[in-house]
């Protein structure tokens, strides 16, 4: 099993992006799925994810500004980022989670920045 991320790139503050993870493998509908992310110098963290039950949590950090959904027939988990801020800038990736820890191998994960 392994995840594809994409849609990063970069964007002015106060803009959005959408994130993609394709999963192959596995069926997303059937797990908890989480997006972390990884600034330079920093630890990776856990940023949101949609349980298996489709309840959704997110870090505070993040609260009100991104959203996290699965397309069941696409098997692709998706993050909306609005409001962007340079803190946000990072390295994002996607995982399936189990008791709240990631289970697979890290992807190489999608680029955002967010600079004037």
């Known amino acids: 099993a392994q995840v594809e991320e994409s849609g990063g790139g970069m964007v002015q503050p106060g803009g959005s992006l959408r994130l993609s993870c394709a999963a192959s493998g596995i069926v997303v509908s059937t797990y908890s799925m989480s997006w972390y992310r990884q600034a330079p110098g920093k630890e990776r963290e856990l940023v949101a994810t949609v349980l298996s039950g489709g309840v959704r949590w997110y870090a505070e950090s993040v609260k009100g500004r991104f959203t996290v959904w699965r397309d069941n027939e696409k098997n692709t988990v998706y993050l909306q980022m609005n409001s962007l801020k340079s803190e946000d800038t990072a390295v994002y990736y996607c995982?399936?989670?189990?008791?709240?820890?990631?289970?697979?191998?890290w992807g190489q994960g999608t680029q955002v920045t967010v600079s004037s």
């Open positions: 995982n399936r989670v189990r008791d709240g820890r990631p289970v697979l191998s």
